[in-house]
T-cell receptor, first 114, second 112 residues
Framework: DAKTTQPPSMDCAEGRAANLPCNHS???????VYWYRQIHSQGPQYIIH???NNETNEMASLIITEDRKSSTLILPHATLRDTAVYYC???????????????FGKGTLLTVNP | NAGVTQTPKFQVLKTGQSMTLQCAQD?????MSWYRQDPGMGLRLIHY???????DQGEVPNGYNVSRSTTEDFPLRLLSAAPSQTSVYFC???????????FGEGSRLTVL
């Protein structure tokens, strides 16, 4: 299973875009990139996922490089409530493997400052 | 829409006591799992289940038992609590083929 590397922490000014990087250089062709976030003391929350195309939903955008070795989660207008730990996870969909033994690293603590 | 419900939210135990953390989901998800989270750490998988009667070990299963008698419930048992099991525990569920996990609000356990 592909490992991911994220910076331990980042800061962002309120109202600006937050760009959170993730390196997954050993990703295989059938592995998806998933992003979750965990606001203090709460359970993690799914944000977005993608395979190779860029994706956007009401929460964020996901940009995956053409070689799929890295991705960036973009929060277009960060608010104080976006302060959280953001986890980048790579997994195969379907039965077994990394889709069952889902592992979360330490993620990136994003602090949005007023 | 309740989603994933965990009880209790807080519990204090003495070393050697036993207890069960309850987890229930109302989304008809086949997959359920338990994680623990310690300060400064990511989430570590304890046990998971892919359906009633089927359970398997995760990354840190020692000291914990699970069973899955119904689709809705996945209790986590500590038979003899130890201070090393002081942690926040999260239950999560999803459909088998999906990658999107739904988490409960967590149960904070302290073992003295």
């Amino acid at each position: 299973d592909a490992k991911t590397t994220q910076p331990p922490s980042m800061d962002c000014a309120e109202g600006r875009a937050a760009n959170l990087p993730c390196n997954h250089s050993t990703i295989s062709g059938n592995e998806y990139v998933y992003w979750y976030r965990q606001i203090h003391s709460q359970g993690p929350q799914y944000i977005i996922h993608g395979l190779k195309n860029n994706e956007t939903n009401e929460m964020a955008s996901l940009i995956i490089t053409e070689d799929r070795k890295s991705s960036t989660l973009i929060l277009p207008h960060a608010t104080l409530r976006d302060t959280a730990v953001y986890y980048c996870i790579v997994r195969v969909l379907g039965s077994g493997g990394s889709n069952y033994k889902l592992t979360f690293g330490k993620g990136t603590l994003l602090t949005v400052n007023p | 829409n309740a989603g994933v419900t965990q009880t209790p939210k807080f519990q204090v135990l003495k070393t050697g006591q036993s207890m069960t953390l309850q987890c229930a989901q109302d989304m008809n998800h086949e997959y359920m799992s338990w994680y623990r989270q310690d300060p400064g750490m990511g989430l570590r998988l304890i046990h998971y289940s892919v359906g009633a009667g089927i359970t398997d070990q995760g990354e840190v299963p020692n000291g914990y038992n699970v069973s899955r008698s119904t689709t809705e419930d996945f209790p986590l048992r500590l038979l003899s609590a130890a201070p090393s099991q002081t942690s926040v525990y999260f239950c999560a569920s999803k459909t088998l083929m999906s990658g999107e996990l739904f988490f409960g609000e967590g149960s904070r356990l302290t073992v003295l």
